[in-house]
């Protein structure tokens, strides 16, 4: 299973950037999934996670901001991010627990994608 993050890039304070994360393999369903950020010299840490049934939860200081949603038909994960601040520069990486197999074998474990590098600066 590999997990291919998209659309970081540099956009100045108060703009917008929509993150992808596209899942492929031998997957047989995805149960949770998530963002999270890692900025210079700063630990890992939670963005956004969304549950196979679409319940979402958020970092106190993403609320309101960011939206983190899932198409299930295309293992893809997204994170829609607006009103930018220069604090969220980071790297963001996306998290899926996969399950793989098939009916009768299949397991389930954590995968994380490589990461997209977020600038916001003016």
């Known amino acids: 299973v590999q997990l291919q993050a998209s659309g970081g890039g540099l956009v100045?304070?108060?703009?917008?950037?929509r993150l992808s994360c596209a899942a492929s393999g031998n997957i047989f369903s995805i149960r949770a999934m998530g963002w999270y950020r890692q900025a210079p010299g700063k630990?890992?840490?939670?963005?956004?996670?969304?549950?196979?049934?679409?319940?979402?939860?958020?970092a106190d200081s993403m609320k309101g901001r960011?939206?983190?949603?899932?198409?299930?038909?295309?293992?893809?994960?997204?994170?829609?991010?607006?009103?930018?601040?220069?604090?969220?520069?980071?790297?963001?990486?996306?998290?899926?627990?996969?399950?793989?197999?098939?009916?009768?074998?299949?397991?389930?474990m954590d995968y994380w994608g490589k990461g997209t590098q977020v600038t916001v600066s003016s």
């Not at 100045?12 to 950037?17: E, N, V, Y």
């Not at 963005?47 to 679409?54: E, K, L, N, Y």
């Not at 038909?73 to 793989?100: I, R, W």
């Open 12 to 17: 100045q304070p108060g703009g917008s950037l």
């Open 43 to 58: 630990q890992r840490e939670l963005v956004a996670t969304i549950t196979s049934g679409g319940s979402t939860n958020y």
């Open 66 to 108: 960011f939206t983190i949603s899932r198409d299930n038909a295309k293992n893809t994960l997204y994170l829609q991010m607006n009103s930018l601040k220069p604090e969220d520069t980071a790297v963001y990486y996306c998290q899926m627990f996969v399950v793989v197999g098939d009916d009768r074998n299949n397991y389930g």
